[in-house]
């Protein structure tokens, strides 16, 4: 079963990526919201903490910092025993991982890039015990997954956007990274990497608001070459 993505107008032109016969081009993805809804997954998972731990915030509050660490977006809503908290969080995730569906046309949409020998990777803040599982349901090969057991920082920092691209040997310049979440876009911008926002994903864009795909299909628009301009009198 698939999740269709919602009827928006359509998007405006991809970012310029340099076109050359030599150059590997890479697509960097996140994961919640984009590749796959994980939305009914994550609300029974923190209804579970608010039952065993007593919290009394709603899930809205937790939901408007996806894209952060764990432990950043605990911090942020200031819950203290964090550690228990993301032990009860994890094993509900894992338990009701069976909740969350691909996104209509994603999978199409990865395979048409694969083809077109782009270097497919996955930067999410999920932990990798959970995501490894739910990448795996996509059957689409991705040459790099980082989320927050590798090495450097989180996102919103460009750390692993950065190393996701040392794993594919790609230049940023030669990259795109789609998300949904404010904190996709500033990692994103501070790694030197074209951005497109998901628009079927969980989070609105900033403004001024960045480039923008309405549905999984629309990513195909990179796949079609620069108009190649021709020496001579343009009129």
């Known amino acids: 079963m698939t999740v269709p993505a919602p009827e928006s107008p359509p998007a405006p032109p991809a970012p310029s990526i340099p076109a050359s016969d030599n150059a590997s081009h890479a697509l960097l993805l996140d994961l919640d919201g984009v590749l ?24 809205h509050d937790y939901e408007r910092h996806l894209g952060r660490e764990f432990g950043d977006i605990m911090q942020r809503l200031g819950v203290t025993d964090a550690e228990a908290v993301r032990r009860t969080y994890e094993t509900e995730s894992i338990d009701a991982a069976h909740l969350a569906q691909e996104f209509t046309g994603i999978v199409e949409t ?5 083809a077109a020998d782009w270097r497919l990777g996955v930067v999410t803040s999920k932990h990798v015990d959970r995501a490894a599982p739910l990448l795996a349901r996509l059957g689409c090969p991705f040459a790099t997954i980082r989320t927050p057991a590798g090495a450097g ?20 310049a030669a990259a795109v990274y789609v ?3 404010t904190v996709d876009e500033e990692s994103a911008a501070r790694a030197g990497v074209a951005y497109i926002h998901a628009g079927w994903g969980y989070g609105q864009p900033t403004s ?14 990179l796949l079609r070459p620069a108009e190649q301009l021709v020496e001579g009198s343009m009129v």
């Open 36 to 59: 796959l809804d994980t939305r009914p997954v994550m609300r029974k998972a923190w209804r579970k903490v608010q039952e065993l731990h007593g919290i009394t915030l709603p899930f």
């Open 110 to 114: 990865l395979h048409a890039f694969v």
């Open 179 to 181: 998300g949904d979440m």
């Open 208 to 221: 001024p608001a960045p480039e923008t795909a309405a549905s999984p299909k629309e990513l195909l628009r």
């Open 153 to 172: 920082r989180t996102k919103p920092a460009p750390d692993p956007l950065l190393l996701a691209l040392v794993d594919l040997g790609v230049d940023p």
